[in-house]
């Protein structure tokens, strides 16, 4: 199992910080001026630079100590998305309709939290493995569920129905959540220079999303 502390980067630093989703492709370019693509990755890695988030000393302080905290690369941890982190875009509010997660079949008791990007071209489905606790919310076949009926496992997201209350054959499950990304430091180093500091120049501290 990969190392994981449940913890969370500072979130006032995480609101102002840059990145985003990377994908993998490999594209070669044909004698006809076609081009060839792969995906080498099935799913998308976020990265983020977390250095872009720093305003002054102490928020430097507070990264560090974090940092040495989790032992450099050694431990995974919590980061929230600036953009994307919640189940509903990111001007609406979260609802248990908000995204499909299974069908039931009238005997599985579990489903795994996802959440769908997609248009007319196409989709992809994201698997979130790190939901906040306390925020999950799901519906069966548009009837929003009881907290009593169901529990959401915070370290993993998968939800699991309370006996007799699991979904019936061809009922649609939703749900609606906030979540966080679980990523590393992606470097064993960070360099502090408070003179380049202090004049603007901000220490690149870059974090790399992980499948805990």
Known sequence: MTAFHDVRFPLRLS?????????????VNLSNGREARNRRWANSRRAYDAGSGL??????????????????????FRFRDPIDWKSAAPDAAVTPI?????????ETDEFQ???????????????IYKPVA??????????????????????????????????AGGAAVTAGFEFD?????????IEVNLAAF??????????????P
């Open 134 to 167: 306390g925020s999950v919310s799901v519906a069966v076949a548009g009837a929003v569920q009881a907290a009593e009926n169901f529990v959401c496992d915070p370290a993993t997201g998968m939800v699991r129905f309370a006996e007799g209350h699991v979904p």
């Open 55 to 76: 305003k002054s000393v102490a928020d430097l302080y507070a990264v560090l100590e974090f940092f040495e905290a989790r032992g450099g690369e050694m431990y995974g």
């Open 198 to 211: 202090n004049a603007g120049s901000i220490p690149a501290i870059p974090l790399i999303e992980i499948v």
């Open 15 to 27: 609101l102002t910080t840059s990145g985003g989703p990377v994908r993998r492709t490999d594209i």
């Open 98 to 106: 908000d995204q499909a997660i299974g069908t039931g079949d009238g």
């Open 181 to 189: 990304v679980p990523v590393r430091f992606a470097t064993d180093r």
């Open 113 to 127: 939290l996802t959440k769908t990007y997609g248009d007319a071209g196409g989709i992809w489905r994201r698997e």
